[in-house]
């Protein structure tokens, strides 16, 4: 798991780099298009806004395998260290729910029957869109690659962009499941960023200590 848990890292960086860089890219050619050339692209705000899009979903995942997603755990640090345990890794479960019955709700249905109204879910939802062949609103491809390719509309599948639903949150499974194990085993003590209470006491100790004479 864990050569495969370092390539998925460098993919997402890779990932989450590349989009950073296409969304700096475009929106200053299009400030520079626009009030110096009095032009641009309009399918420029669409673009930038996929790229942000893909960025959050990849980020999600990435946020939880370096400890940056915010949290809250003054009520858990009450207790023993074994139950902190307990609390971090169910909390990760969790997390895990959460990104399958993102994925597929259909599983629901096999477990306790047809009696839960549960379906649908970011897999279904892309095959759907595929199968409809709707295309995006503004972004389209070039005469040439229609014509290269003998495609029958220069519109972009939407499903192509909408992608980023089921592998962000196949991503962020990978990275539930790769928390417990990390928990369980003592690599890890938690799936988020805490302390950030202590550390700004700790930073400001001698401050509060200055302003109290006691």
Request: one cysteine or more.
């Amino acid at each position: 798991m864990q050569r495969f848990g370092d390539l998925v890292t460098r993919f997402e960086e890779t990932v989450i780099a590349l989009l950073l860089a296409g969304m700096t890219l475009v929106t200053f050619s299009q400030v520079v298009a626009r009030y110096v050339f009095n032009t641009g692209w309009g399918a420029a705000l669409e673009f930038t806004t996929l790229m942000f899009a893909w960025m959050i979903l990849f980020g999600m995942s990435y946020g939880l395998k370096i400890g940056a997603h915010l949290g809250v755990d003054a009520f858990i640090k009450l207790f023993p260290d074994r139950f902190y345990r307990i609390f971090t890794v169910l909390a990760a479960l969790i997390c895990l729910l959460y990104a399958a019955l993102l994925l597929s709700a259909d599983w629901l249905q096999v477990l306790f029957g047809q009696d839960i109204n549960a379906r649908g879910g970011a897999i279904s939802y892309v095959q759907k869109m595929a199968k409809f062949g709707i295309g995006l609103e503004e972004l389209r491809l070039p005469e040439w690659a229609v014509h290269a390719f003998g495609l029958e509309s220069e519109e972009i599948p939407r499903w192509i962009a909408y992608l980023i639903l089921p592998l962000g949150l196949a991503l962020f499974a990978f990275r539930c499941i790769q928390a417990v194990w990390q928990i369980i085993t003592g690599e890890r003590s938690a799936i988020i960023a805490g302390h950030e209470a202590e550390e700004l006491v700790a930073e400001n100790e001698g401050v509060l200590k200055e302003k109290d004479p006691a």
